[in-house]
């Protein structure tokens, strides 16, 4: 059965932290990506990772970033952790067929709260 | 024009009814969708892939209508359980959501 694990399901951090979120797939994807989902917004891609160590901007990069050192774990990183980045984060990971990206298969999300 | 769109509904209906609900894309170069189902606060779980005309699965059927770029999702017999929000996804160089479409399946 494939497999998406993040860090932590809940976390609450206070502003002005830096905050690291961890996500591991077990399934060899080339591609994982983190998104978060606000309520009326749905899913948001921040950033995303076709190989170690490569990593692309999504649609909404601005106060985050990223490190994908091994295949199978993606990190999204907050630099400096702010109120409106609470949010439900979701990270992802898909295979590649025929140039075009596959399903995607998510990780159960981390709320995160930022006092 | 966002690049995959979708009512959001809520639609609610009985038991037992059939709904679809579709999905419109904008980018004609995407050769393969997904539909997605989320529950409440979970995370998004693949419920249908659709690569060419169309797909069946049990009570759910997704058709694909490339003319006029959109897939649609039917649920046959709608059961209590199949409330949820129904996420479609288009896949071309980069897999794009739609926002979601709430069902809720009334007793």
């Known amino acids: 059965d494939v497999k998406v694990t993040q860090s932590s399901r809940y976390l609450v951090k206070r502003t002005g932290e830096k905050v690291f979120l961890e996500c591991v797939q077990d399934m060899d994807h080339e591609n994982m990506f983190w998104y978060r989902q606000d309520p009326g917004l749905g899913l948001r891609l921040i950033y995303f990772?076709?190989?170690?160590?490569?990593?692309e901007k999504g649609d909404i990069p601005e106060g985050y970033s990223v490190s994908r050192e091994k295949k199978e774990r993606f990190s999204l990183i907050l630099e400096s952790a702010s109120t409106n980045q609470t949010s439900m984060y979701l990270c992802a990971s898909s295979g590649t067929i025929a140039g075009a990206y596959n399903e995607q298969f998510f990780g159960p999300g981390t709320r995160l709260t930022v006092l | 024009r966002k690049e995959v769109e979708q009512d959001p509904g809520p639609f609610n209906v009985p038991e037992g009814a059939t709904v679809a609900f579709n999905c419109t894309y904008s980018?004609?170069?995407?050769?393969?969708f997904f539909w997605y189902r989320q529950d409440c606060r979970k995370e998004p779980k693949l419920l249908m892939s659709v690569y060419s005309s169309g797909n069946e699965d049990g009570r759910f059927t997704a058709q694909l209508n490339r003319a006029s770029q959109y897939i649609s999702l039917l649920i046959r017999d709608s059961k209590l359980s199949d409330s949820a929000t129904y996420l479609c996804g288009n896949a071309g160089n980069m897999l794009t959501f739609g926002g979601g479409t709430r069902l809720m399946v009334k007793p």
């Open positions: 980018n004609s170069a995407s050769q393969s």
């Open positions: 990772s076709y190989d170690v160590k490569m990593k």
